[in-house]
């Protein structure tokens, strides 16, 4: 897939794109046979755009959060297609992160956001060594550059939280402080794996507004993954629906809303009206709709 028809497809013109996927698809190989997670995804982001990636549980979005970061993946791995960044094609599964090679930051803030934090070590100590592994300023600038990420998150009283252990965090105060870490780096692309998931409705909307008021302030890119398509809502530029492990469909936000096509769209817009799961799109066979309740 060419540039132009990536330009085309997200309905943006004589914009570079700043990370591209043209024809993903990732498959896990296991001694039971291969299972596909991820087929054929294409995907553009721009600089200072906002992308919603809106799909089930199982659908495959920690999976292609991760190859959208290139991270490293599990040895059974195996990864297709192309990644481009300002349109050069980088390495597969299993070569080193072009995200390091490039010095470039691209920003993963995931669902278990005490994964990136040691539990026996105070967080303000972690983020301060983050700090000074990535920019080699000595340890008094690097505290102070730590105390001023953590504020510029929305965190009142950033030396209380320094001191903190992650276990003694709230998940939003986790999620300020992931965030902060993404910040230090002047990432370009913050990528965010539905964090908020165990979060109060109230703190998800705020988390949100948070990443915009940051994106505005700092100029990144931002990809917003979620099961929730009502919680994007207004937040993002651009939508992609992930239906087991295929984007079924695309548009700007306003007409995936107002002018679903496909049932997996629709299904979603339904649940993100009632609190209630819903019935499978028709059409699915049995063990569709049982990979839909996962």
């Known amino acids: 897939m060419k540039d132009e028809s990536l330009e085309n497809a997200n309905g943006v013109q004589k914009r570079a794109a700043l990370l591209a996927l043209e024809d993903v698809g990732l498959a896990f190989y296991t001694p039971s046979g291969k299972r596909s997670v991820l087929k054929k995804v294409n995907l553009v982001i721009y600089s200072n755009q906002t992308v919603g990636i809106v799909g089930r549980e199982g659908s495959g979005k920690t999976c292609l959060a991760r190859i959208l970061c290139s991270q490293t993946l599990a040895p059974s791995a195996r990864r297709s297609g192309r990644v481009r960044w300002y349109g050069e094609e980088k390495k597969a599964h299993g070569q080193k992160c072009f995200a390091t090679q490039e010095k470039v930051a691209i920003g993963l803030i995931s669902s278990h956001l005490n994964h990136p934090l040691f539990p026996n070590f105070c967080v303000g100590t972690q983020l301060c060594e983050f700090i000074k592994f990535h920019s080699g300023l000595s340890s008094r600038i690097a505290r102070k550059k730590t105390l001023q990420y953590l504020a510029l998150t929305g965190i009142s009283a950033p030396e209380t939280v320094y001191r903190l252990k992650p276990v003694e965090l709230t998940r939003f105060q986790a999620f300020q402080v992931n965030l902060a870490m993404a910040l230090s780096r002047s990432c370009l692309l913050i990528v965010v794996d539905e964090p908020w998931r165990d979060m109060e409705f109230v703190e998800k909307i705020r988390a949100i507004k948070l990443l915009k008021a940051l994106q505005s302030l700092r100029k990144f890119s931002l990809v917003l993954l ?65 990979s839909h309740q996962g």
């Open 226 to 290: 979620s099961s929730d398509l009502g919680i994007l809502a207004d937040s993002v530029d651009f939508i992609y629906i992930l239906n087991q492990g295929e984007i079924v469909e695309q548009g700007p936000w306003y007409t995936i809303l107002e002018q679903p096509h496909h049932p997996e769209t629709r299904w979603l817009l339904r649940q993100a009206l009632k609190p209630q799961a819903l019935t499978p799109p028709s059409g699915l066979n049995a063990h569709q709709s049982a």
